[in-house]
């Protein structure tokens, strides 16, 4: 979630920041960020997702409750929330393609482990993403680059600052048709593998063998991380510099998938380091407190949307923070939404959209107070 909010803070900037670097802590702050955060956690939240659909649905096929119909209406009202999301909030939506995913995981999740790993491979490595968009692109004859193209950075500012609402929702569809390549041949093939590959270790009893795993996978998570980052800093700071590579050759393919992997290395690193440090008492008890904004992981990744739309338009703020400002505003932020959490979670069962969520799976109203 942290990392989301990061990401969600930051991204509108990345370009300008590296272009614009004027300060010691400004090209501190965005080595870190373009380390440690682009692309890292997103590609945890796609493993825990799968994980956590892929463990639903064993536990439904346990008690002997599952129900296909409660999955579609499941993924269906979370594609739903991303739109929505898209329309009146923040263009960079991501639930939405989670909502998308969802249907073809209650597919996939039928087949074994084994068919699971080899999926999330061949999702991985398949090299015609691209092509694929363009022919799509192509086909139904969409225009998705020159509508917001076409608007130079002043008028957008301006439409960001001054434009009515119902302007902003023409730009953010402007803005979201944009990034569709991005979307659909960059970090979606990565969170399907991810997702994939959660389903597959649910089905290896992953999370009844936690200890095993942590013992047998680090010195490869180790050594995969070493190489993969010395490579990435290579690619990043030598090879894309030079201009060696022509884009959408079979070597600037293999580079960016080797570059992709290198990324959910350290993501896995990040995700043994959690489970590792969760496993002793001390650490457990002092991170403790995020739980709450944890288990309203849905509501709060909305609320950082709201937040983020007040302070750029309301306060008339947007396109000027630094690398450092947006780091401060995370900080606050989230540190404010785990103290709101915590009061809310002392009377309600559960976030106010994760209840809504619920009520349209399950099809019924749930009591969310606690004392009914």
């Known amino acids: 979630m942290v990392n989301i909010l990061v990401m969600n803070a930051a991204f509108t900037f990345r370009g300008e920041w590296e272009a ?3 300060a010691w802590w400004s090209e501190v702050s965005f080595f870190i960020l373009e380390t440690f955060f682009y692309s890292k956690f997103f590609v945890i939240f796609s493993l825990l997702f799968g994980m956590g659909v892929a463990l639903q ?12 119909l409660f999955f579609l209406r ?5 594609f739903l929330f991303g739109v929505l999301h898209i329309l009146f909030i923040w263009s960079g939506d991501i639930l939405h393609l989670y909502g998308a995913y969802g249907f073809l995981l209650l597919l996939a999740f039928r087949c074994s482990a084994k068919v699971l790993m080899w999926l999330a491979i061949l999702v991985f490595i398949f090299p ?10 192509s086909f139904s004859n969409l225009d998705y680059q020159s509508p917001l193209a076409e608007i130079n950075k002043e008028k957008m500012i301006q439409l960001k600052q001054e434009g009515s609402y119902l302007n902003g929702i023409k730009l953010r569809i402007k803005e979201y048709l944009f990034a569709m390549e991005f979307f659909y041949t960059g970090i979606g093939p990565v969170a399907l593998t991810m997702m994939l590959l959660g ?10 063998a936690i200890d095993i795993w942590l013992k047998r996978s680090q010195p490869f998570l180790i050594i995969s991380l070493v190489v993969l980052l010395t490579y990435r800093f290579f690619l990043l700071y030598y090879i894309v510099p030079s201009g060696v590579v022509e884009h959408g050759s079979i070597i600037s393919f293999v580079l960016m998938s080797i570059y992709y992997l290198s990324d959910i290395s350290l993501s ?6 959690i489970a590792f440090f969760l496993r002793r008492n001390t650490f457990s008890k002092l991170v403790s407190p995020l739980q709450y904004a944890g288990r309203m992981a849905f509501t709060n990744y909305i609320l950082q949307s709201v937040i983020g739309y007040v302070i750029m338009r309301s306060f008339g703020l947007y396109h000027m923070f630094s690398v450092v400002d947006c780091i401060l505003i995370v900080v606050i932020t989230f540190s404010l939404q785990v103290i709101l959490s915590k009061i809310w979670l002392t009377y309600y069962k559960f976030g106010p959209l994760e209840w809504m969520w619920r009520c349209i799976s399950y099809w019924k109203v749930l009591p969310i107070s606690k004392s009914v």
């Open 20 to 22: 614009e670097q004027t």
């Open 57 to 68: 649905i064993q536990r439904a096929k346990e008690k002997g409750k599952f129900s296909n």
């Open 74 to 78: 499941r993924f269906g009202s979370l």
């Open 128 to 137: 015609f993403y691209e092509e694929v968009f363009n022919w799509f692109i």
């Open 199 to 208: 389903g597959y270790l649910v089905k290896k009893g992953l999370l009844s």
């Open 268 to 273: 896995l690193m990040y995700l043994w380091l």
